[in-house]
């Protein structure tokens, strides 16, 4: 169970889903408090900004180590 919310206007939409003991209402008040400027809710968005650099990081000491 879950729903679409739109965090800007011209973007594709997030879907908010409930979890474990928190109501779908919940969800979509704790992901609209963490709304700025990006589409993104900023924990997800940092996530993936730290996933981005530790794929490079990892994929230059790949290239290093196989010299």
Same mark, same amino acid.
């Given at each position: 169970?879950? #729903?679409?919310?739109?965090?800007r206007d011209?973007?594709? %939409?997030?879907?908010?889903n409930i979890? #474990?003991?928190?109501?779908?209402?919940?969800?979509?008040?704790?992901?609209?408090?963490?709304?700025?400027?990006?589409?993104? %809710?900023? %924990?997800?968005?940092w996530a993936?900004?730290?996933?981005?650099?530790?794929?490079?990081?990892?994929?230059?000491?790949?290239?290093?180590?196989?010299?």
């Amino acid at each position: 169970m879950g #729903r679409l919310l739109r965090s800007r206007d011209s973007v594709e %939409p997030l879907y908010v889903n409930i979890g #474990r003991r928190v109501s779908l209402t919940t969800a979509i008040d704790y992901v609209q408090s963490c709304l700025t400027r990006y589409r993104l %809710p900023e %924990p997800v968005r940092w996530a993936d900004v730290i996933a981005s650099y530790r794929e490079k990081t990892m994929e230059k000491a790949e290239k290093l180590v196989s010299r």
